[in-house]
């Protein structure tokens, strides 16, 4: 059974700086293939994708976070990350990872990210 386990997340101050990393157990060598994947879901609002990596290292942003965050991955660790800079408090949300391999896709239990202004 794979499991994602979210970390990283808490509370910032708007322009601060936080590193999400997002690991995975279970899935042995899928990892490397897969195609990871930043979401988030504030209060009130649907679930959106943030940011995607894949197996060979291309990255897909939405508009609003382009230049502020960066996603990457750690195939030996089976660990990606989100460092998000110059956070707003738009970014305010709970944010989830997601490994995708074809339909077959898990996720993580999300971590909590307050950017207070």
């Known amino acids: 059974q794979v499991q994602l386990v979210e970390s990283g997340g808490g509370l910032v101050q708007a322009g601060g700086s936080l590193r999400l990393s997002c690991a995975a157990s279970?899935?042995?060598?899928?990892?490397?293939?897969?195609?990871m994947a930043w979401y988030r879901q504030a209060p009130g609002k649907q679930r959106e994708l943030v940011a995607t990596i894949t197996s060979g290292g291309d990255t897909n942003y939405e508009d609003s976070v382009k230049g502020r965050f960066t996603i990457s991955r750690d195939n030996a660790k089976n660990t990606v990350y989100l460092q998000m800079n110059s956070l707003k408090p738009e970014d305010t949300a709970v944010y989830y990872c997601?490994?995708?391999?074809?339909?077959?896709?898990?996720w993580g239990q999300g971590t909590q990210v307050t950017v207070s202004s």
């Open positions: 279970g899935s042995g060598s899928i990892f490397s293939i897969a195609v």
């Open positions: 997601r490994e995708i391999l074809g339909r077959i896709n898990y």
